[in-house]
């Protein structure tokens, strides 16, 4: 709900919403608390640049088949997990709201009817009719509706200005319920029990009987009160406006042990917006400085999360103003000027330990008693099996080890630590403070393995090394390059992972046998950069590569032949970078890469992938940093600290999204402007019908799963038309189909979770295609009682009569197959082109680039992919609107048609992204053509609105030479883009 008088406030926000600068980056971060056991995935924040109408999110509410609704300062917005619809005061048929400004979104559950607050008056939009309705309140003067609440029995409670009104389900209209001679501001309203409902006002904490039909105050009386809870443990929540937040045992109908909690406590802020009960039991409270959690219930401890900017650091605009959770426990969380963002606390499966925010930890090991040390930049960390943190340990000179420590090893024998730094080996001894160089001094090593008498040292410069404990110096050593693991079969043999393939060395004949990708092998391996080493059985053995996942290399002794097979193929692991490779108890593989970690099933070949949103890193784990303890927990070390977990809590979810068709429209032959018309049946029935006239059929769909629908996969199949299952991703949810032939169909639809597993149940629309009226039945009945009047009749004409009808005939055909031709060309347009800047879309340029890879395969003429940006785009549009913007991308496109050869081809690739392919064209003269463009548009001034603006381009170029396919080309573009966007923006990367 919105924060104080919401008359007020919404038009105080209208008028600061033109200078804010919104911050895109939104994550949610602990404070400092003893409870620790509580955690959060990271957050997916959706704002205006993802089709959100505008940033002020007042309230949530979900419909009958899943439909996220959220009131705003511009309507309300209908969300499924990718697009927004948008309704408002001004739609065009009429059929609006009464006002943009809306506070309160609520769901009838018997019904389905969906009831919107605003500042004008109180609407409804009506399941049945899909239409809105201006509900009207006794008094006329009553406009600003704060608050609704409505029961399982369908009564609806409504709080305004000035007043509180109810309306039980056997009412037709609404009375005032609270005094007539006092106005009192209504905030928010919940249920107390089955005949009692609360209402937060400006005065204290009232409540009402729907039985007795009483108003009375019961609760802090003078207080000006913004939420109200009831949990289901029976306890008090109400937030209040500058006091803070209450809490009171309820214990029948009276309220007991009443405290209040605030910002003097260390709560996150004083001023509470909303208070909301999640489905794990836990209480949310935000706040106008972030949020505070709960864990349960009964807890007395609290944990504030804020947001955060890009440098972690506590951004000034954390306002959440409302909280809501859906059906599937997705916590949805509102703020004043930043959109919404959606988290599942549910899916957090990972634990994250963290010596200290923002510390590299590069490398783990572990002693018998379960003893953790790290290493990280700021030198070497000990956890005691008691969690007491020790450290750091430095050298005796204290600064020489920062950011200089990449690995370490525990020897249970010597009880020391071995450390691998940047400056050479060292060690830890028992009752030692600092650390002590042995070896190898100011040169960097990378990796170590220790053995009974020495500890094998990996380099990225000078090769491979062993130093002798006995001996006290290096007695061994090999050329090789960058070691990265090292692997020790037994007493005599090595495996050492390098930068150019598998070394393998016997240390007592000094023999080296060397396997890279050149190898003579029958078997050969994916590529020569190896960044993991260990047995999975005698003989075979687990070798991770860097962007080409996992092999198996069979290797009975060092004179047979290696053979190697790709593990998990067909998954998302095959590109991907393997860090550690460790077993659980069960022989599963659990498997850290620079995305996440996989879980493996050796027996089965199923892999599954879990990333940042299930509670991993981000940004992936170290080469090599993996531990277990004795307890079957599994620790992986990144850069965002040490993910831990345990093999047997880690069980993906079933839970299956629920599909909805979400539009539905098609081509009319005789339309000739393209328009396309709406088939609204089609979600609701779950049945359309064509005539002849309609020569395509759009059907739109999403799963409506919200906290990750960038993972959803799609399948469709029209029986009757179709052989098999057709295969989609979340970028494309349209299904067209054109020319059906009259008959009845059955559209098929199914989609997966966000884990890939299919859901068996299909979505279905049937779909009846009628005849043209001359192939009807009755019309074929009329043409032959006709024909064989007309012959008896004038059988002496048959000849002549015959010849003009086939004429006749002829021309119709030829008719129907031009006009068919004309509506095929303006389809095929439409879909190629886009129709805000004229020039092609994604899918134009993406058919016109595969023309020309396939020449590029067949002749090797190179091409080369310019991929521009406007830059601060998001900014033209906060400050001018996007009509303005619009514009601006008219105008780009305009200059750079104007400027493009006459076979290169131009596209808007998404936004405010342009794309262009320069066919025959090598790298240089790319990057010379993509500047030229870049300078044109710099000194371009445009008018626009009555104002003189300049815009400036920053793009990425990448030539197909370089790459496998056309994405890895585009991939690269893009990511030279987003540097040329750090490296100050108008800038074309790479530079000549």
Known sequence: MITSTKYQRALATTIRGVVITIISIYSLATSATTYNDYQLPPSRNYSVQDGLAQVSIYDFAQDHKGFIWLGTQKGV???DGYDFIN??????????????LVYAVEHDPITGDMWFGTLNGLNVLRAQSQKFELVPLPLDTEKAINSIYIDPKGNVFVGTQTGFYVKMSDDEEFRLASTATEA??????????????LAATAKGLYRYHTVRKTWELVLLEGISLESVLVDSKQQLWVGSIGEGLFKADLIQQQFRNVENISSDQGFSDSLINDVYEMPDGSIWVATTNGMSIFPNAESKEFLNYYKRDSNGKDALNSHLISLFSNDTGLVFFGTNANGFSVVDPNRNMFGRYVIQDNLHHYNVAVEKDDTLWIAAESGVWQRAVDGEIIGPYLTQEGDQTVNKVM?????????????????????????SNFIEYVAFENKEIYTLEIVTNGVWIGSTKHGLHFYDFEQGKITQSYETPMVIDIFVRNDRELMVATTNGIYLINTVTKDVRVITTNSDLAMPIAHNVITWLSEHKPGEYFVGLHSHGLMLLTL??????????QLFTDSVLMKASIGAVVKDRSDKLWISTE?????????TGELAYFDETDGTNASGYYIGAAVSLSDGSIYFAGDQGITYFYPQDIVKNVTMPLLQITHARSLRLEDKTGAQRSLSQASKTGRITLDSKDIMLAVDFAALEYGSPDTIEYAYRLLGFDEGWQYLDSRNRTITYTNLDAGEYSLEIKSTNRYGVWNPEAVTLAIDVKPPWWKAPWALMLFSVLIALFLFLIFRWRTYALHKSALRLKRSVEEKTIELKQANARLSLLITLDPLTQVFNRRGFTDALSREFSRYQREQATFSIVLADIDFFKKINDENGHEVGDKILVEIARVLREQI????????????EFIILLPNTKLPEAIFIANKYREIISDQRFSIAGKEMGVTLTAGVANISEHENVDACINHADKLLYEGKKMGRNQILPML
């Open 77 to 79: 917005d209908r969300f």
């Open 87 to 100: 309704y408002s005061q001004n739609n065009k048929d009429g059929n609006g709201l009464s006002s943009d």
């Open 184 to 197: 009192i501001v209504v905030e928010d309203i919940n249920a107390e029990s089955q005949t009692t409902v």
């Open 407 to 431: 690995s370490l090893k525990f020897d249970e024998t010597s009880q020391t630590v071995w450390v691998a730094t940047r400056l050479g080996l060292g060690k830890i001894v028992s009752n």
């Open 556 to 565: 009975d002794s060092f004179s047979d032949e290696p053979k190697f097979k």
């Open 595 to 603: 995305g996440g970690i996989a879980k493996g099933d050796m027996s």
């Open 901 to 912: 050869r006459s076979y290169d081809i131009l596209a808007r690739w998404g936004g405010e």
